[in-house]
């Protein structure tokens, strides 16, 4: 199984683009990777709290990224906010990996368009290799930024909301991550293992496209909600 199958293709602003299983977005014609909300050590961070929450989740959502973007022969990867959670990593092992992802990986070019998280992280050291910027960032006719709600001239392309979608049967129900797709912006799902979600609520007009990490799929217009 390559990382597009299971895909779905939509045009938002005037641009193609292809929507992961993965929890992520490909630009083929600028061959880049968009990800939102990584939030690498965030797990460490709720455990330096004495929370206790599983370990490992930095070094597998890492080992998704890598999947990913050897898959696509990605050039460039665009992370749309929240790449490192918190000041704690900077104690954290989430550094020291982020800096061997990148070492084996020198030629992919990597932006962050910094979130409110990076914000309080700040930007990551310069020997990982990653431009920062604030939003928003042109893609083509898109702006790349990491809160949807921030005006920009053309279609933006956000994260921040961890967006996830409920559908309802006559039993039970299922949540599961999503692609939100407005007017003026979409807003791809949260990337990282550890980052909880945010039920949506969907106007008329609205496109919705779910993914259970094996395929994308398009909700219907008019899904019931629990």
Known sequence: ?????????????????????????????????????VHLGKAASFRALGVPVPAGTTATTLQRLGALVDALDATRLIVLGDLLHGPAVRQADALAALSRWRAERRSLRVTLVRGNHDDRAGDPPAHCGIETVDGPLPLGALRLRHSPDEAADGHVVAGHLHPAFRLSGRVDSLRLPCFWLREHSTVLPAFGEFTGAWTIAPEGGDRVFVTDGRAVFRVPAGAVLA
Do not use: K, N, S
């Open 1 to 37: 199984m390559t990382a597009i199958e299971g895909a779905a293709r939509v045009e938002i602003g005037g641009e193609p683009l292809t929507l992961l299983p993965q929890r992520a977005a490909w630009h083929a014609a600028c061959r880049t990777l968009l990800v939102a909300d």
